[in-house]
């Protein structure tokens, strides 16, 4: 079709799902400014990327060579070793076990039955289809080396003494003749494999191919560190062209490199038998015909990892590839120098998988034999004599060498521009190849400014980038381009900060694959649960700290659940009483003075909490982090705020008390949408909308983001709260584990503390924790011991590493502490006691203290506090746990019915003598529970609903007063 209708192809392709990106991108809440985009194939993208490679030049960073790469023979071109890591998968490969026959003893060994026709070195192999251009053999100089009697066939083999046990079972099997160092075998020679190539065992002939001297032909044995006995016979077959260390090995030799393969990877006319199939499909053949000529001596499978193309997914080949490079290598020290100047989230990355990388990288191939593509803008004349090259920089060079200032720079249209040779009669014509896309990225910072070209001074004054936020992979990938370039170019890095995301993975564990089917359509899910759902759930998880997670719609419906659905509730909320009372709060009404209410100051200072909270995790990008202080805030503003204001917003009469109530709810609710619009930018835009005076911005994505109103602030406030907090949460704890409903009023809580700040709160607070933990009332106590009685022992764990052998006997010992003594241990005193006349000293962590609850008490201790729930239910208590039950049933009945909140009703109940006795002892409570103006007790109750309470049933009918 020609180079000219495939690039145009491939460009309508790139535009092809623009419209379909853009609406997903933006439904799902994320800020791109699609009318002002890059694209890499815009000419003036890409005359920036000519500018970075011309610096490059300059500074003779980059330079063509040859190395034996990873090579896509599908794609036809070569990977960079960063593209290399991304494409990995576990195969099952065929191994062989090989017999070459021994022609030439080697110099540092006397024996002459070496070569008598049937001694063999073994050699393993994991490609077997690289055995037609093998030329050589390689052991490791100080491995033992055996050579054997095979008693079976009478053969002899030479090998590696630490594998005899892989290719013999019994000792019996075989006699060892001689041991001996890899380093006395150097320079045997042995008879070609096969008879492709072997005329280079002459050295003369390896001489006229290669071009250069050559004093010993192929076919010998070689010594390199690299070679191990983990597997196969501790002598590796060498096929220099295939092979990054067979390539090592051969350097300098003089045999000329054999690559009987074209460029896609199948075998040309050299190895006729195979010629024109694709080399790894030759696999079976080449071992059935080395059994056949009695050369095979095992053959196996392993499973191993092997890499593949990350594009088309094809196995890769190793070979040797001229290509075009990035100094890397020499280089490590400036990378490592501008990795220090990153902070990456998570901070493991900088020192380990990015900076282990870095250290270890090599010089970066950058040219790939494609046609869509950046081309490398190198022209080289044409007079072999000459080969002059010229890197141009931009399109006003070239158009000064040429004359021609070309509007697109793609491959079809600046291969046909040429120009003289200034230094011989020669034309210079642009190198065939393009560049690595990884390139383009890399050059991203530069290029979509049109620097140095356009935004000069723009670009100087944001570069380097903030931050920036790819998958953990990129850190041999994009992470990688970006720092090499922007080191070598700046001395410094590209970017500041580093979001690393980890691999969403099914919920089964796999990757997501459409084949599979195991998993939900994107844009399904978004439509199912919003995109501020999805959002929280992977940005509160593991996998923006470089983690898997396993996606779910149940995950993401939990994040609606525990998350979302409570948050509007109480945004709900608010907005429903704010509505009746006809109330506009400004936010402005604390701007001179301070709540009058502690729950209010307190729910001021905490939302100043969470603007500090928020905003220093994001400072840090620390991206989880930063939605804990949110969803906390949100458990409290639910959970404590509005649960222990309700009554305040419920009562008829506007006093000053309610309205210190609704501005100090809608400041938190107002605050919250702003601190959390970065995540939820829907919701907070629905919220935050509703809430606006006419002096604040239209969205709330056009307001600064918040700071803390430092006159807000009060931490004592905030221990107070906390302090309560606990004992009621310690409480709840109780009735959780003993199956105390909260709906059931008891007897009392005990409480005790050693710390007296924490006692005073307490004391305070008392209502409040009489209310919170429905009990009649809360009683203080000096010394745990009241509740409790003590019982220590010893922690072995502790002790036994001091004591030793005493630890039996510190044991008993311990085991007859008075409650006196354990109590002083509690209390931070330190007690000696005697084991067989040594002192022994004690203290809180060498003494475990159990605790033996008294009476009816539930007992629970958490550091300085202990709380005691008197668990015994009186008759009247149980009733009146019967009465609070009902009343839940009514209020869920009333919305149920879709009642405003202010309705008033009548109500129908009836049940057993118990409960009757119950609504007679409670009935105006109900009533004022319930805004009930009428509750008649009928014996038998029709068309009604029933509502448990324990093992009774309430029957209920309600309507509208």
Same mark, same amino acid.
């Given at each position: 079709?020609?180079?000219?209708?495939?690039?145009?192809?491939?460009?309508?392709?790139?535009?092809?799902?623009?419209?379909?990106?853009?609406?997903?991108?933006?439904?799902?809440?994320?800020?791109? #400014?699609?009318?002002?985009?890059?694209?890499?194939?815009?000419?003036?993208?890409?005359?920036?990327?000519?500018?970075?490679?011309?610096?490059?030049?300059?500074?003779?960073?980059?330079?063509?060579?040859?190395?034996?790469?990873?090579?896509?023979?599908?794609?036809?071109?070569? *990977?960079?070793?960063?593209?290399?890591?991304?494409?990995?998968?576990?195969?099952? &490969?065929?191994?062989?076990?090989?017999?070459?026959?021994?022609?030439?003893?080697?110099?540092?060994?006397?024996?002459?039955?070496?070569?008598?026709?049937?001694?063999?070195?073994?050699?393993?192999?994991?490609?077997?289809?690289?055995?037609?251009?093998?030329?050589?053999?390689?052991?490791?100089?100080?491995?033992?080396?055996?050579?054997?009697?095979?008693?079976?066939?009478? #053969?002899?083999?030479?090998?590696?003494?630490?594998?005899?046990? =892989?290719?013999?079972?019994?000792? /019996?099997?075989?006699?060892?003749?001689?041991?001996?160092?890899?380093?006395?075998?150097?320079?045997?020679?042995?008879?070609?494999?096969?008879?492709?190539?072997?005329?280079?065992?002459?050295?003369?002939?390896?001489?006229?191919?290669?071009?250069?001297?050559?004093?010993?032909?192929?076919?010998?044995?070689?010594?390199?560190?690299?070679?191990?006995?983990?597997?196969?016979?501790?002598?590796?077959?060498?096929?220099?062209?295939?092979?990054?260390?067979?390539?090592?090995?051969?350097?300098?030799?003089?045999?000329?490199?054999?690559?009987?393969?074209?460029?896609?990877?199948?075998?040309?006319?050299?190895?006729?038998?195979?010629?024109?199939?694709?080399?790894?499909?030759?696999?079976?053949?080449?071992?059935?015909?080395?059994?056949?000529?009695?050369?095979?001596?095992?053959?196996?499978?392993?499973?191993?990892?092997?890499?593949?193309?990350?594009?088309?997914?094809?196995?890769?080949?190793?070979?040797?590839?001229?290509?075009?490079?990035?100094?890397?290598?020499?280089?490590?020290?400036?990378? *490592?120098?501008?990795?220090?100047?990153?902070?990456?989230?998570?901070?493991?990355?900088?020192?380990?998988?990015?900076?282990?990388?870095?250290?270890?990288?090599?010089?970066?191939?950058?040219?790939?034999?494609?046609?869509?593509?950046?081309?490398?803008?190198?022209?080289?004349?044409?007079?072999?004599?000459?080969?002059?090259?010229?890197?141009?920089?931009? %399109?006003?060079?070239?158009?000064?060498?040429?004359?021609?200032?070309?509007?697109?720079?793609?491959?079809?249209?600046?291969?046909?521009?040429?120009?003289?040779?200034?230094?011989?009669?020669?034309?210079?014509?642009?190198?065939?190849?393009?560049?690595?896309?990884?390139?383009?990225?890399?050059?991203?910072?530069? =290029?979509?400014?049109?620097?140095?070209?356009?935004?000069?001074?723009?670009?100087?004054?944001?570069?380097?980038?903030?931050?920036?936020?790819?998958?953990?992979?990129?850190? %041999?990938?994009?992470?990688?381009?970006?720092?090499?370039?922007?080191?070598?170019?700046?001395?410094?890095?590209?970017?500041?900060?580093?979001?690393?995301?980890?691999?969403?993975?099914?919920?089964?564990?796999?990757?997501?694959?459409?084949?599979?089917?195991?998993?939900?359509?994107?844009?399904?899910?978004?439509?199912?649960?919003?995109? &501020?759902?999805?959002?929280?759930?992977?940005?509160?998880?593991?996998?923006?700290?470089?983690?898997?997670?396993?996606?779910? /719609?149940?995950?993401?419906?939990?994040?609606?659940?525990?998350?979302?659905?409570?948050?509007?509730?109480?945004?709900?909320?608010?907005?429903?009483?704010?509505?009746?009372?006809?109330?506009?709060?400004?936010?402005?009404?604390?701007?001179?003075?301070?709540?009058?209410?502690?729950?209010?100051?307190?729910?001021?200072?905490?939302?100043?909490?969470?603007?500090?909270?928020?905003?220093?995790?994001?400072?840090?990008? !620390?991206?989880?982090?930063?939605?804990?202080?949110?969803?906390?805030?949100?458990?409290?503003?639910?959970?404590?705020?509005? %649960?222990?204001?309700?009554?305040?917003?419920?009562?008829?009469?506007?006093?000053?008390?309610?309205?210190?109530?609704?501005?100090?709810?809608?400041?938190?609710?107002?605050?919250?949408?702003?601190?959390?619009?970065?995540?939820?930018?829907?919701?907070?835009?629905?919220?935050?909308?509703?809430?606006?005076?006419?002096?604040?911005?239209?969205?709330?994505? *056009?307001?600064?983001?918040?700071?803390?109103?430092?006159?807000?602030?009060?931490?004592?406030?905030?221990?107070?709260?906390?302090?309560?907090?606990?004992?009621?949460?310690?409480?709840?704890?109780?009735?959780?584990?003993?199956?105390?409903?909260? %709906?059931?009023?008891?007897?009392?809580?005990?409480?005790?503390?050693?710390?007296?700040?924490?006692?005073?709160?307490?004391?305070?607070?008392?209502?409040?924790?009489?209310?919170?933990?429905?009990?009649?009332?809360?009683?203080?106590?000096?010394?745990?011991?009241?509740?409790?009685?003590?019982?220590?022992?010893?922690?072995?764990?502790?002790?036994?590493?001091?004591?030793?052998?005493?630890?039996?006997?510190?044991?008993?010992?311990?085991?007859? *502490?008075?409650?006196?003594?354990?109590?002083?241990?509690?209390?931070?005193?330190?007690?000696?006691?005697?084991?067989?006349?040594?002192?022994?000293?004690?203290?809180?962590?060498?003494?475990?203290?159990?605790?033996?609850?008294? !009476? !009816?008490?539930?007992?629970?201790? /958490?550091?300085?506090?202990?709380?005691?729930?008197?668990?015994?239910?009186?008759?009247?208590?149980?009733?009146?746990?019967?009465?609070?039950?009902?009343?839940?049933?009514?209020?869920?009945?009333?919305?149920?019915?879709?009642?405003?909140?202010?309705?008033?009703?009548?109500?129908?109940?009836?049940?057993?003598? !118990?409960?009757?006795?119950?609504?007679?002892?409670?009935?105006?409570?109900?009533?004022?529970?319930?805004?009930?103006?009428?509750?008649?007790?009928?014996?038998?109750?029709?068309?009604?609903?029933?509502?448990?309470?324990? /093992?009774?049933?309430?029957?209920?009918?309600?309507?509208?007063?």
């Amino acid at each position: 079709m020609g180079i000219d209708k495939f690039n145009e192809a491939c460009r309508a392709s790139v535009l092809r799902y623009t419209s379909e990106w853009r609406k997903t991108i933006t439904r799902m809440g994320r800020w791109v #400014d699609f009318d002002n985009d890059y694209k890499t194939m815009n000419p003036e993208f890409m005359e920036s990327i000519w500018w970075v490679a011309k610096s490059l030049w300059d500074k003779n960073l980059i330079y063509e060579g040859k190395y034996i790469l990873p090579y896509c023979p599908r794609c036809s071109t070569v *990977l960079s070793t960063h593209e290399l890591a991304q494409g990995y998968k576990d195969v099952q &490969d065929q191994t062989v076990t090989v017999r070459f026959k021994i022609t030439k003893a080697p110099d540092a060994i006397d024996d002459k039955e070496i070569t008598n026709g049937n001694t063999y070195f073994l050699a393993w192999t994991t490609t077997p289809w690289t055995l037609p251009s093998n030329l050589g053999l390689c052991m490791g100089p100080e491995i033992d080396y055996v050579k054997i009697l095979d008693k079976a066939s009478g #053969d002899y083999y030479i090998f590696a003494q630490a594998r005899l046990s =892989a290719y013999y079972k019994n000792e /019996d099997d075989y006699q060892i003749i001689y041991i001996r160092k890899g380093k006395d075998f150097v320079g045997a020679e042995y008879e070609p494999l096969f008879p492709y190539f072997a005329e280079l065992s002459d050295a003369k002939v390896c001489a006229e191919k290669s071009k250069q001297k050559c004093e010993k032909g192929a076919f010998r044995m070689f010594n390199a560190d690299y070679v191990s006995t983990e597997d196969g016979t501790g002598i590796v077959h060498i096929a220099p062209a295939f092979g990054e260390e067979d390539h090592k090995v051969f350097a300098g030799s003089g045999v000329p490199e054999v690559e009987p393969i074209d460029a896609e990877c199948k075998f040309t006319k050299e190895v006729s038998d195979y010629e024109g199939r694709f080399v790894k499909d030759c696999d079976k053949d080449i071992m059935a015909r080395l059994k056949n000529e009695g050369k095979l001596v095992k053959r196996d499978t392993i499973v191993h990892s092997y890499p593949h193309c990350w594009r088309c997914g094809s196995p890769l080949i190793y070979r040797g590839i001229g290509s075009w490079f990035v100094r890397v290598a020499d280089h490590h020290e400036s990378l *490592l120098k501008a990795n220090s100047q990153i902070a990456w989230q998570p901070s493991h990355i900088k020192e380990g998988r990015f900076g282990k990388w870095l250290a270890g990288s090599r010089d970066w191939a950058v040219s790939r034999n494609r046609y869509w593509g950046n081309p490398i803008p190198i022209w080289r004349c044409d007079n072999p004599e000459c080969k002059d090259s010229v890197c141009v920089g931009s %399109r006003q060079e070239l158009k000064e060498l040429s004359g021609i200032y070309p509007d697109d720079l793609h491959k079809q249209f600046v291969d046909k521009i040429t120009f003289p040779c200034k230094k011989c009669s020669g034309t210079m014509r642009r190198i065939p190849e393009v560049f690595d896309c990884w390139f383009e990225s890399g050059s991203m910072p530069y =290029a979509q400014q049109h620097y140095p070209f356009e935004n000069k001074e723009y670009f100087e004054q944001h570069f380097p980038a903030d931050f920036i936020s790819e998958g953990l992979d990129q850190t %041999r990938g994009w992470f990688y381009t970006l720092t090499i370039l922007a080191s070598h170019l700046f001395d410094k890095p590209a970017f500041k900060n580093c979001i690393v995301n980890g691999i969403v993975l099914a919920s089964d564990g796999r990757k997501m694959s459409k084949s599979l089917h195991n998993y939900t359509d994107p844009v399904e899910a978004i439509n199912k649960f919003g995109a &501020d759902a999805i959002r929280l759930f992977l940005m509160h998880s593991a996998v923006v700290k470089a983690d898997e997670i396993r996606y779910s /719609d149940d995950g993401v419906r939990e994040i609606l659940k525990s998350i979302l659905i409570p948050w509007w509730n109480s945004y709900s909320f608010f907005v429903t009483y704010a509505n009746i009372d006809k109330v506009t709060p400004t936010g402005h009404y604390f701007d001179s003075k301070l709540p009058s209410n502690p729950l209010d100051g307190w729910l001021l200072s905490i939302t100043q909490k969470l603007i500090s909270d928020v905003s220093q995790a994001l400072d840090s990008y !620390d991206l989880s982090a930063a939605i804990d202080p949110i969803v906390k805030f949100i458990d409290e503003l639910n959970n404590w705020y509005i %649960r222990r204001s309700r009554r305040r917003f419920w009562k008829s009469e506007n006093d000053t008390d309610k309205t210190e109530a609704y501005e100090s709810l809608y400041v938190a609710l107002k605050t919250l949408s702003l601190v959390a619009a970065p995540f939820v930018p829907f919701i907070t835009e629905e919220m935050y909308l509703n809430l606006k005076t006419s002096e604040d911005k239209e969205s709330v994505h *056009l307001c600064d983001y918040p700071v803390p109103n430092a006159d807000w602030i009060n931490k004592e406030l905030e221990f107070k709260m906390e302090t309560v907090q606990k004992a009621v949460s310690m409480g709840h704890s109780l009735r959780n584990q003993f199956n105390l409903k909260n %709906r059931q009023p008891l007897a009392s809580v005990a409480l005790v503390t050693r710390n007296s700040e924490e006692k005073r709160v307490l004391a305070e607070m008392e209502e409040c924790i009489r209310e919170e933990l429905n009990v009649k009332k809360v009683e203080f106590h000096d010394r745990e011991d009241e509740l409790v009685e003590y019982k220590a022992k010893a922690n072995f764990k502790v002790l036994g590493k001091e004591l030793g052998p005493l630890m039996k006997q510190a044991a008993q010992v311990i085991a007859t *502490l008075t409650s006196e003594q354990i109590q002083s241990i509690l209390d931070g005193t330190k007690l000696s006691i005697e084991v067989s006349g040594n002192e022994v000293e004690l203290d809180s962590e060498k003494v475990l203290v159990e605790r033996l609850e008294k !009476d !009816d008490l539930k007992v629970l201790n /958490d550091g300085t506090l202990t709380v005691g729930l008197d668990s015994k239910v009186t008759d009247e208590l149980k009733k009146e746990g019967y009465v609070r039950d009902l009343i839940r049933g009514i209020q869920n009945q009333r919305k149920e019915n879709g009642y405003n909140v202010t309705d008033r009703i009548k109500i129908k109940l009836s049940g057993d003598s !118990d409960l009757q006795n119950a609504f007679t002892m409670f009935e105006d409570f109900i009533a004022n529970e319930t805004l009930a103006n009428k509750i008649e007790w009928i014996n038998l109750l029709e068309n009604c609903i029933e509502v448990d309470c324990d /093992d009774k049933k309430w029957s209920l009918f309600i309507e509208k007063a």
